[in-house]
């Protein structure tokens, strides 16, 4: 059965407060939630907070969990101070297993004698007993750790646990820690006391009788809530909370350690209070620093739960120590009931991710820390800016540069970088010589001129002075295309302190090759009289020395000799030639015809080679000849032709047809085609033929012309309106209609057709005046008399529905031919002037075509003469009236001044029946 009640009691419950605030842990406890069947709460709510368990070992069983814990290394920093706890300890592996081991569910670490005795003074004051010192494989950032103990009642300081910063896998650098410790002193020996030390702070939390301990049976929680804010801590038997004359709890801000540097000792000394922090006497006992660039720290870093007993049973207060053979196993043995973490939420999304620091050095600039998701490798690390004349060479994970970092490292813990630095020697940048030979593109480097010299190894093991010492390149070539890379030899720099230089590649002049000019002639008739006679090309310059007879040719710019060179010497006596004349020019053989002539070609002599080039003759002097104009060759050109041609007499062609549509002074020639013999043209409208080259006509003309084409003056056909009339007849069905009485004819065909049909009385009234209404029933019947219904109040405001001409004046306005006046009225019964009704009848024209004659609505094509009548320019219905006229329906009145249609004058009935006559009968034909 466990000693140790799981019963919660009371633990800090502080808020965060000032740096300047220290208060004891007292009054409220965690209140517990859901626990599982074992009765471990799984929640715990502190400070408002829910805390949930993320470690637990209830040490069940007989076996330690290897997934929970393993033997770890000293507790504090083994390689900087040789006085430090723990150092130098020595368990036999034959001795592991009995110093740890599980008993009815409790964890046992029971303490044997150390092993080692190399360093007398530290063994006998420090570390005569031990255990072995195990630790979680978990790493925590912040949480509420609680540790069910029973001390052990060994006299002096005789156990040690709590929370240990984590370090990297295979190091000995603990560096900070918070912990309880029991500590049976000489003279009280029955003192038990709880610390808290982190970077050399140690802070006692109870002293004083705050723990006696004489009954092994006696229980304690230790619980320690770790947060920013900084460590609460309370140390409690049992279930109650133990208050002292000293401070059984404490609040140490996350802050305090950013001030001190020193090793903080507590020994017999009492609390002391300086501007109104809670601190304690400064023993100068210096073994690790803070880092300042971190103001959580010693807080904020991963840190493992670690458990371990045995240090030296010695007096501390006084002389009084006990005699370590007399020390029995079980008062020697720290017994563990169970250890529990909890976190909040956000404290395990912390818990999942760590910090790189990189280790201040005045060798390049300081970076800052690089957050790092647990888990995951750590992938390029920053490169530090250097100062010149030193080399970067990679980041290590102790101050001895051994253990290099990999990207493909996985850190489980903060970790803290150290920088490998070289120190770097300094080559000069050479400057290499152009080779540019003729031609594009061609030119490059020349890597003789850039030979690296040899320089001392920085990496030798003698000394540059010595003989011995190893030499190397200072640098490696590199062509890169026509450019070149110059690679700086380990441990060196160029001048501008890159380990590279790129030397672009050469510009090249491009200039073109030239083949060695052809040798200069010398006319040497004798040492006093001489000349040069140099080749024309503008590509180079010929020169003359005439002291030394000498020649010299330079390329211009742009060009270089084949053989690589700008400019070539001749000397005058090796190139004497003699002069003779230039031949006259030879005969030309020309047959009649064109381009036919040919140069009758010399025969070759002993001083002159002739030969035709293209068609040029060709005159070349043979070695050590040249013509009289210093000339080597002389070019007569293409033989001359005449041109005579090979004539033949050809027939004068026939006329050529004539082009002559109706129409006056536009008839036009038919230009024939050319053919072998001849050939036609048009100059200003006359037809021309020529007689090709190598023919003619007869009588030895070349060109006949055939004037201009004769136009026949043929009319063109038109469209004119043809006026239609009836004759007058003896009897046109009405009494008062006289026999042959003008337009008698005409008021026939209206009865006839029932286009008027006359008064009740069987008159006709040929003279009165017609009314509107009469012509609206007129056109009415004109175009079929189609059915039309009449409104009922009638078509306008003076015509009811039962008027005589009610349909035929609704038919009016609805087709647009009477459109009434403004009053609404149509004014039926009062008379129509010529105008009016000149606009009615080419509305109707318009509107009814097949009503009256073909086309006369249109007049599409008809010829628009120039109108006779005189007084229409002004009328509102000019246009109506001069359609009337084009169609022939009116002719007007004769006038002095031409003819009048008089718009506005009265018509008569019988003119406006041969008005509709014309209207439906006139024809537009074609003369």
């Avoid at 003192?191 to 229980?219: A, C, F, L, P, Q």
């Avoid at 001489?530 to 503008?538: A, C, G, H, I, T």
């Amino acid at each position: 059965m466990k000693r140790i009640s799981t019963k919660l009691v009371g633990v800090a419950s502080l808020v965060a407060m000032a740096l300047t605030l220290v208060t004891p842990l007292i009054g409220v406890a965690p209140v517990a939630n859901a626990a599982d069947d074992d009765g471990v709460p799984q929640h715990l709510n502190i400070d408002g907070k829910d805390y949930q368990l993320v470690f637990n070992d209830e040490f069940n069983g007989t076996k330690l969990d290897s997934s929970k814990w393993e033997l770890g290394k000293d507790v504090v920093d083994s390689t900087y101070n040789q006085n430090s706890f723990y150092n130098n300890i020595t368990i036999p592996n034959n001795q592991q297993k009995s110093t740890v081991y599980l008993e009815d569910g409790q964890l046992h670490l029971h303490s044997i004698k150390n092993q080692n005795k190399s360093n007398k003074d530290f063994y006998d004051r420090v570390a005569k007993v031990i255990s072995p010192f195990l630790k979680s494989k978990a790493a925590f950032r912040y949480g509420y750790l609680e540790i069910g103990v029973n001390f052990p009642r060994t006299n002096g300081v005789s156990s040690f646990y709590g929370l240990r910063k984590a370090e990297r896998e295979g190091t000995d650098d603990s560096k900070g820690f918070i912990f309880t410790q029991a500590a049976q002193y000489g003279g009280e020996p029955e003192i038990t006391s709880g610390v808290i030390s982190d970077y050399g702070m140690r802070m006692e939390i109870t002293s004083d009788d705050t723990v006696r301990n004489k009954d092994y049976d006696s229980n304690f929680f230790d619980k320690i809530l770790w947060s920013k804010e900084g460590i609460k801590f309370s140390l409690v038997r049992n279930d109650e909370f133990v208050e002292s004359t000293g401070s059984g709890s404490a609040f140490i801000p996350s802050s305090a350690n950013t001030n001190f540097f020193h090793n903080f000792y507590t020994y017999g000394d009492e609390d002391i209070v300086i501007d109104s922090k809670w601190g304690y006497n400064v023993y100068d006992r210096f073994y690790s620093r803070a880092r300042l660039e971190n103001p959580m720290l010693p807080f904020d870093t991963h840190r493992n739960i670690f458990l371990t007993s045995g240090f030296t049973p010695h007096a501390i207060v006084s002389d009084e120590s006990p005699d370590i053979n007399k020390i029995s196993n079980e008062d020697s043995e720290l017994v563990i009931d169970y250890v529990r973490f909890y976190q909040t939420k956000e404290q395990i999304q912390g818990s999942s991710s760590l910090k790189v620091y990189f280790r201040e050095s005045s060798l390049y600039e300081d970076l800052d820390p690089v957050d790092v998701k647990m888990g995951t490798k750590l992938g390029d690390l920053p490169t530090p800016k250097v100062l010149d004349g030193y080399e970067f060479r990679g980041w290590f994970y102790d101050s001895e540069l051994t253990h290099r970092v990999s990207p493909n490292d996985v850190p489980s813990v903060d970790i803290e970088l150290y920088a490998l630095m070289h120190r770097l020697g300094k080559v000069n940048i050479p400057k290499p010589s152009v080779v540019d030979p003729c031609g594009v593109n061609n030119a490059y480097w020349d890597l003789k001129s850039i030979e690296a010299p040899k320089v001392y190894d920085l990496d030798s093991a003698y000394s540059p002075e010595d003989p011995r010492a190893d030499r190397i390149d200072a640098y490696e070539i590199k062509t890169e295309g026509k450019g070149v890379l110059l690679v700086a030899a380990q441990n060196y720099v160029f001048e501008n302190g890159q380990k590279e230089v790129r030397i672009k590649p050469p510009l090249d002049s491009g200039r073109l090759c030239l083949e060695i000019p052809k040798n200069p002639k010398a006319i040497c008739r004798s040492f006093w009289d001489s000349k040069w006679v140099f080749p024309e090309d503008n590509r180079y310059l010929w020169t003359k020395d005439d002291t030394y007879h000498r020649a010299f040719v330079a390329a211009n710019k742009g060009y270089q000799f084949a053989n690589g060179r700008d400019k070539l010497t001749y000397l005058m006596k090796d190139w004497c030639v003699k002069e003779i004349p230039i031949p006259k020019s030879p005969s030309v053989k020309d047959p009649c015809g064109p381009d036919n002539a040919r140069w009758d070609v010399p025969k070759n002599d002993s001083q002159i080679v002739w030969k035709q080039e293209n068609g040029h003759l060709i005159a070349t002097a043979k070695e050590g000849y040249l013509f009289s104009n210093e000339k080597e060759q002389i070019d007569f050109g293409v033989a001359k032709d005449s041109g005579k041609a090979c004539v033949k007499t050809v027939a004068l062609p026939e006329v050529p047809g004539v082009n002559d549509p109706c129409g006056a002074g536009n008839a036009s020639w038919v230009l024939p085609k050319d053919s072998a013999q001849l050939a036609w043209s048009l100059v200003d409208g006359r037809l021309v033929v020529k007689a090709k080259p190598g023919f003619q006509f007869a009588g030895g003309k070349s060109t006949h012309d055939f004037g201009v084409a004769k136009d026949s003056g043929k009319a063109c056909p038109v469209k004119v309106v043809e006026l239609k009339t009836l004759p007058v007849v003896k009897n046109a069905g009405f009494k008062d209609v006289a026999p042959n009485m003008q337009f008698s004819g005409e008021i026939a065909w209206a009865k006839k057709t029932r286009v008027s049909t006359g008064w009740a009385d069987g008159t006709f009234r040929p003279l009165a005046d017609v009314q509107r209404q009469a012509v609206a029933a007129f056109l009415y019947r004109l175009s079929g008399s189609p059915k039309v219904k009449v409104p009922a109040k009638g078509p306008f405001k003076d015509v009811p529905a039962n008027h005589q001409f009610a349909k035929a004046l609704t038919w009016a306005k609805q087709t647009g031919i009477m459109t009434g006046w403004g009053d609404g009225t149509a004014r039926g019964d009062s008379t129509i002037d010529r105008n009016a009704m000149a606009a009615f009848l080419h509305r109707f024209a318009l509107k009814f075509p097949k009503a009256v004659a073909p086309g006369l609505g249109e007049l599409d094509g008809v010829v628009s003469e120039k109108s006779k009548l005189v007084d229409t320019s002004s009328d509102l219905f000019e246009k109506d009236i001069r359609w009337m006229e084009r169609a022939k329906i009116t002719t007007g009145y004769p006038a002095a001044k031409g003819r009048e249609y008089r718009p506005l004058g009265k018509l008569h009935r019988d003119a406006m029946i041969a008005f509709l006559y014309r209207l439906q009968n006139n024809q537009i034909v074609t003369r």
